[in-house]
């Protein structure tokens, strides 16, 4: 009989995938049995303590950053993980094992958990029992240290559908470039960052699907139907077949809308708009040209600082953002600081997010104006890439003013610097606002006229507006782009930016979103930055609206918001 499991679909062009599934288990990582030549045992035991120093380094960070007012639980909570790093049981015994035994220092590490947590589990004491926990979490940082180090470990994932409790940004662009063909994951929220991730990458995914890691097992062949957001496992042949069918029919338009890829973006009634790409990474940059791309409107480069050891080098930096901008040939690339934080952490964080609320924390450029050695380094790399195409500049999270003054004196500096040293630079770098908080939002004329254009992020813009975290799916119901709240906003925004005179777009979710086409360029947008995959559909629904008629009902529409049919009547506008 079928099983089915229910989560949230992320909206992407391909909804189905079949395929057996990978279970990633975030609980415990484990390791493969691995030997190693006897002249490499020094090597891996030296790999190994390398390993416990970086996690013992990482924790040190994230107590520094814990507040004053914290309750001492949290740090006890840390310390007794750093006591633990420091206990030979865990720091010494797994080097004799690789000694002893000649395998890698992850199987020496995972022998010496099994062999503790079988200690722990004969404990009495309930409360020493529950410490097992902390030995799992100690264990995995530096397994993950350890695996870190190994990329090309040989799980096959190519084909797969993973399954796992939560998936971090880094691990989706990781196991997409592995090849996995769907995601499912116990937790998680469309709006999170790895929602978005993997729509941008198109791959069918869901969250939120509660019970999926405890409820399927790898090896077995699962359908994903996020159009639904439905997992299936064992699926008669009919439903099997009528997946295939169902995932050939989406291909099969995916490429029918390709014949307008080189359409242009009008309405009926001749309005041009301008239709932009977000990426991730430079090699999404062949994804934008296939399907159309008039430009990068949000390149994401916080995906420069994931899945390795060390802060990029402002070389590494400047030779990303000059593949992108060659692979672009003349289209402008909008190159979005660092925005690490919230949901978006990397290994070597430099203020790694101990905190209750990270998305209220130190993220974007409240990070960057802290850490400016890591800002100056960017800023730089995207001063000297701009020598070569018509870059522009955007600022996340900006909530003040003086973040906006601080972010564009340091731009400043650098430029001088650059020009003293004669270095080779664009006569003129755009700086652009993105407009992501309420507070940027209510104040957006005065961001306006210290910026040359504002980039609207309704991702962050929502969250914080309607106060529902966008990574967690017991809230998603709230999640509401067409919340009063939020069009009042947007509006505000736009007027702010045509009293200026200066260009608004709109990066979020939202604009990729074809339900909202109508109601966004009625309400006056004209530029509009989405993941690749979203353009076609979005260009074909520009190509049949006549704006004429859309506006005049729009207006009406705007006058109740909160009426019951409000969103039926906005995607009704499609059809004027
Ligand atoms: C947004 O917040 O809308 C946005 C585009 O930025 P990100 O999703 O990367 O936070
Ligand atoms: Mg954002």
Same mark, same amino acid.
């Given at each position: 009989m079928t099983i089915a499991i229910q989560g949230i679909g992320v909206n992407s062009s391909i909804s189905t995938a079949i395929g057996k599934v990978l279970m990633l288990s975030r609980g415990s990582i484990q390791a493969e049995p691995g030997m190693v030549p006897a002249s490499q045992i020094d090597a891996e035991v030296e790999r190994f303590f390398h390993a416990v120093q970086?996690?013992?380094?990482?924790?040190?960070?994230? @107590?520094?950053? *814990?507040?004053?007012?914290?309750?001492?639980?949290?740090? %006890? =909570?840390?310390?007794?993980?750093?006591? &633990?790093?420091?206990?030979?049981?865990?720091?010494?015994?797994?080097?004799?094992? *690789? @000694?002893s035994e000649g395998c890698s220092a992850e199987w020496a590490l995972q022998l010496r958990r099994d062999q503790l947590l079988r200690v722990f589990e004969d404990m009495e004491d309930a409360y020493l029992r529950t410490r097992k926990d902390d030995l799992d979490h100690v264990v995995n940082r530096i397994m993950t240290i350890l695996q870190g180090e190994k990329r090309s470990d040989p799980v096959e994932i190519a084909g797969h559908i993973i399954v796992s409790e939560d998936l971090t940004p880094a691990d989706t662009i990781m196991l997409h470039h592995r090849g996995a063909c769907g995601f499912i994951t116990d937790f998680g929220s469309p709006m999170s960052h790895t929602a978005i991730l993997a729509a941008s990458l198109g791959i069918p995914a869901i969250v939120g699907a509660h019970g999926a890691t405890t409820r399927l097992h790898s090896g077995e062949r699962v359908v994903v139907d996020a159009l639904n957001g439905t997992v299936l496992a064992e699926c008669s042949r009919d439903s099997i077949r009528f997946f295939e069918k169902r995932?050939?029919?989406?291909? %099969? /338009?995916?490429?029918?809308?390709? $014949?307008?890829?080189?359409? !242009?973006?009008?309405?009926?009634?001749?309005t041009h708009i301008e239709l932009q790409a977000n990426i991730e990474l430079p090699d999404d940059v062949q994804a934008v040209l296939d399907e159309g791309g008039h430009g990068i409107g949000l390149y994401r480069t916080e995906f420069l600082y994931m899945n390795r050891d060390q802060l990029p080098t402002e070389e590494e930096h400047y030779q990303a953002y000059l593949q992108v901008i060659e692979g672009m040939d003349g289209r402008p690339v909008t190159i979005r600081t660092l925005d690490l934080g919230a949901d978006k952490q990397c290994e070597h964080q430099p203020e790694p997010s101990a905190c209750i609320n990270p998305a209220l924390g130190l993220r974007a450029i409240r990070l960057?104006?802290?850490?400016?050695?890591? =800002? /100056?380094?960017?800023?730089?790399? *995207?001063? @000297?890439?701009?020598?070569?195409? !018509?870059?522009?500049? &955007?600022?996340? &999270?900006?909530?003040?003013?003086?973040?906006?003054?601080?972010? /564009?004196?340091?731009?400043?500096?650098e430029r001088q610097k650059l020009a003293e040293q004669q270095i080779a630079m664009g006569a003129d770098l755009p700086v652009g606002a993105m407009i992501e908080t309420p507070a940027a939002a209510l104040t957006a004329e005065s961001f306006a006229q210290m910026f040359d254009f504002l980039s609207i992020g309704t991702n962050d813009l929502i969250q914080y507006t309607l106060a529902v975290d966008r990574a967690d799916d017991s809230v998603n119901h709230l999640y509401d782009p067409l919340h009063p709240?939020?069009?009042?906003?947007?509006?505000?925004?736009?007027?702010? +930016?045509? /009293?200026?005179?200066?260009?608004?777009?709109?990066?979020?979710?939202?604009?990729?979103?074809? +339900?909202? $086409? !109508?109601?966004?360029?009625?309400?006056?947008?004209? *530029?509009?930055?989405?993941?690749?995959?979203?353009? !076609? %559909?979005?260009?074909?629904?520009? @190509?049949?609206?006549d704006l004429g008629q859309v506006k005049p009902r729009l207006k009406q529409l705007l006058r109740h918001p909160d009426a019951e049919d409000f969103a039926q009547a906005i995607r009704d506008l499609a059809n004027l």
């Open positions: 970086i996690a013992a380094n990482q924790l040190v960070e994230i @107590r520094k950053q *814990i507040p004053a007012d914290t309750p001492p639980d949290i740090l %006890e =909570f840390i310390d007794t993980h750093l006591l &633990m790093l420091q206990d030979k049981a865990i720091s010494e015994a797994p080097a004799q094992t *690789i @000694r995932l050939h029919k989406e291909l %099969e /338009r995916r490429n029918a809308l390709q $014949t307008l890829r080189d359409a !242009p973006a009008l309405t009926r009634d001749g960057c104006l802290k850490e400016t050695s890591i =800002f /100056r380094v960017q800023i730089r790399a *995207i001063l @000297r890439a701009s020598a070569h195409g !018509p870059v522009r500049l &955007m600022i996340p &999270m900006l909530t003040n003013l003086w973040e906006a003054r601080q972010a /564009r004196d340091i731009i400043r500096e709240a939020v069009l009042l906003l947007i509006q505000q925004v736009l007027e702010a +930016g045509s /009293r200026c005179g200066k260009p608004v777009a709109m990066c979020g979710e939202m604009a990729g979103n074809p +339900g909202y $086409t !109508p109601l966004l360029l009625g309400m006056g947008l004209k *530029i509009l930055s989405m993941h690749p995959a979203s353009l !076609p %559909e979005v260009k074909q629904l520009i @190509r049949k609206l």
